[in-house]
């Protein structure tokens, strides 16, 4: 099966910092690299996502880089806001089409 | 908002009690899955159901039974369960096939105590 690795675990930033998370994946065979948002009281939600053919994605204050090579990939979070504060997961997917989910990343940002 | 809802939202239950959470959605999605959230702890895998045949058991313990009647709706039989047990139950859908991107939607969680 997949081994995924997230850091850092918990990341407190100041308003207006930008954040890092890093994903390492396992399985050459990765296709789809999603990123979800957990917030307090809810399930999960895919917030940016990128495929395999694809180097990097932004939206808006967000982006994902994808490294196939090394087996990594990173969501990055410009211009922090309290309102991102929150648990972000990363779910890489392999052959199959069920993910396996990064431990979690608590964001913390701080007015 | 998901498109993925989950009843109940709360449940406090005693060890020796029998209930039932249930997950519908109405996406379209061919794949359903129950996920335990505890504290301090990541996501974990419980049960898969593909075209409402179960694919992936990840050794869960019997006293958590699955069921997924059709494509919309699956549920988790809870008995005779542990305090250990308390979480965050977690019911996500997604696409199964072609090209899809396999993005999971998630449902809102019950929030399950034993006492």
């Known amino acids: 099966g997949e081994n995924v690795e997230q850091h850092p675990s918990t990341l407190s930033v100041q308003e207006g910092d930008s954040a890092v998370i890093k994903c390492t994946y396992s399985d050459s065979a990765s296709n789809y690299f999603p990123w979800y948002k957990q917030e307090l009281g809810k399930g999960p939600q895919l917030i940016i996502d990128?495929?395999?053919?694809?180097g990097e994605k932004k939206d808006q204050r967000i982006a994902v880089t994808l490294n196939k090579t090394a087996k990594h990939f990173s969501l990055h979070i410009t211009e922090t806001q309290p309102e991102d504060s929150a648990v972000y997961f990363c779910a890489p997917k392999g052959g199959s089409y069920i993910p396996t989910f990064g431990r979690g990343t608590s964001l913390i940002v701080h007015p | 908002e998901t498109g993925v809802t989950q009843t109940p939202r709360h449940l406090v239950m005693g060890m020796t009690n029998k209930k039932s959470l249930k997950c519908e959605q109405h996406?379209?999605?061919?794949?359903m899955y129950w996920y335990k959230q505890s504290a301090k702890k990541p996501l974990e895998l419980m049960f898969v159901?593909?075209?409402?045949?179960?694919?992936e058991n990840n050794s869960v313990p019997s006293r958590f039974s699955p069921e997924c009647p059709n494509s919309s709706h699956l549920f988790l039989h809870l008995h005779t369960l542990q305090p250990e047990d308390s979480a965050l139950y977690l019911c996500?859908?997604?696409?199964?096939?072609?090209?899809?991107?396999?993005?999971?939607?998630f449902g809102p969680g019950t929030r399950l105590t034993v006492t």
């Open positions: 990128i495929r395999s053919n694809v």
């Open positions: 996406l379209g999605h061919n794949a």
């Open positions: 996500a859908s997604s696409p199964s096939g072609g090209q899809s991107s396999y993005e999971q939607y």
């Open positions: 159901y593909n075209f409402k045949e179960q694919t």
